[in-house]
T-cell receptor, first 112, second 116 residues
Framework: SQQGEEDPQALSIQEGENATMNCSYK?????LQWYRQNSGRGLVHLILIRSNEREKHSGRLRVTLDTSKKSSSLLITASRAADTASYFCATVITSGTYKYIFGTGTRLKVLA | SAVISQKPSRDICQRGTSLTIQCQVDSQVTMMFWYRQQPGQSLTLIAT?????????ESGFVIDKFPISRPNLTFSTLTVSNMSPEDSSIYLC?????????????FGPGTRLLVL
């Protein structure tokens, strides 16, 4: 399977703490993206990091990418109860065909 | 960003029947995608739907079971045919869209399907 792996599968933290999720993938990529999904609804795009970038910030989000290790991490700082959701990484493959490969996801629960 | 709507938002169906899910985008897009998300799982790509050509199906998905239409650049339908309880999933429509000089995918709100 091309699907990436995410860990942890589930994470429970207190409000105000930081949450870190990791994503590993298998193939060469053009970019990697992180998405959030609330309660089985549609996915919301959070941030994109290109293969030639190592770190990117957006508000309380920080994403890193290590192409040598084929891994990425998403850090949410000062978490809030509203951050409770599932988070997925997606790698974009464009060799031969354009396709997103989604990771297995991390279910984050932020306790108030 | 692209705004995507899906109909129905949810449905409960009897086995052996078929359901057609509609996906409408507020702007013209070349590439549209259909995903399935089984309970507690990640997203699996069913097919890529391009206007003017037949859909391209991923391994494990066939046109007879999941026929797709793409009549224009803002609309697509996915039919789940001859349903069984194993088809109970969330079905998500997605589009490839260029926004602020980067390409990304935007997703519809999903259709929750329960097959009894």
């Amino acid at each position: 399977s091309q699907q990436g792996e995410e860990d942890p599968q589930a994470l429970s933290i207190q409000e105000g703490e930081n949450a870190t999720m990791n994503c590993s993938y298998k193939t060469s990529i053009n970019n990697l993206q992180w998405y959030r999904q609330n309660s089985g609804r549609g996915l919301v795009h959070l941030i994109l990091i290109r293969s030639n970038e190592r770190e990117k910030h957006s508000g309380r989000l920080r994403v890193t990418l290590d192409t040598s290790k084929k891994s990425s991490s998403l850090l949410i700082t000062a978490s809030r109860a509203a951050d409770t959701a599932s988070y997925f990484c997606a790698t974009v493959i464009t060799s031969g065909t354009y396709k997103y490969i989604f990771g297995t996801g991390t279910r984050l629960k932020v306790l108030a | 960003s692209a705004v995507i709507s899906q109909k129905p938002s949810r449905d409960i169906c009897q086995r052996g029947t078929s359901l057609t899910i509609q996906c409408q985008v507020d702007s013209q897009v070349t590439m549209m995608f259909w995903y399935r998300q089984q309970p507690g799982q990640s997203l699996t790509l069913i097919a890529t739907a391009n206007q003017g050509s037949e859909a391209t199906y991923e391994s494990g998905f066939v046109i007879d079971k999941f026929p797709i239409s793409r009549p224009n650049l803002t609309f697509s339908t996915l039919t789940v045919s001859n349903m069984s309880p194993e088809d109970s999933s969330i079905y998500l429509c997605s589009v490839k869209y260029r926004d602020r000089n980067q390409e990304t995918q935007y997703f519809g709100p999903g259709t929750r399907l329960l097959v009894l």
